[in-house]
């Protein structure tokens, strides 16, 4: 079992930047893809980006705005969001696979001024 807990999430002027975090119970290094979702009112969840070792991939919204790393000694991993935007503004979710999908209970940004 691995849970996911995220944070840093808040209210942000455009332009501005965040950075979220996701802690999980179990030691990183054993789960094999670690990423970020998000889910804007009215739209479905919507990939943002995934870490597997050193291998990073972007969606195209997120590529050269947003970088997703993990400090393995806290179990952590990581997404830097700089220059957001109000399109930005959703609840930003953690998922893990290992064997099956986990899932964080969201943190919520506000892109707005």
């Known amino acids: 079992q691995v849970q996911l807990a995220e944070s840093g999430g808040g209210l942000v002027q455009p332009g501005g930047s965040l950075r979220l975090s996701c802690a999980a119970s179990a030691s990183i290094v054993s789960i094999v893809v670690m990423g970020w979702y998000r889910q804007a009112p009215g739209k479905q969840r919507e990939l943002v980006a995934l870490?597997?070792?050193?291998?990073?991939n972007y969606s195209d919204f997120a590529k050269g705005r947003f970088t997703i790393s993990r400090d393995n000694a806290e179990n952590t991993i990581y997404l830097q969001m700089n220059s957001l935007e109000p399109e930005d503004t959703a609840v930003y979710y953690c998922n893990a696979f290992r064997e099956r999908l986990y899932w964080g209970e969201g943190t919520q940004v506000t892109v707005s001024s």
């Open positions: 870490i597997s070792g050193d291998h990073t």
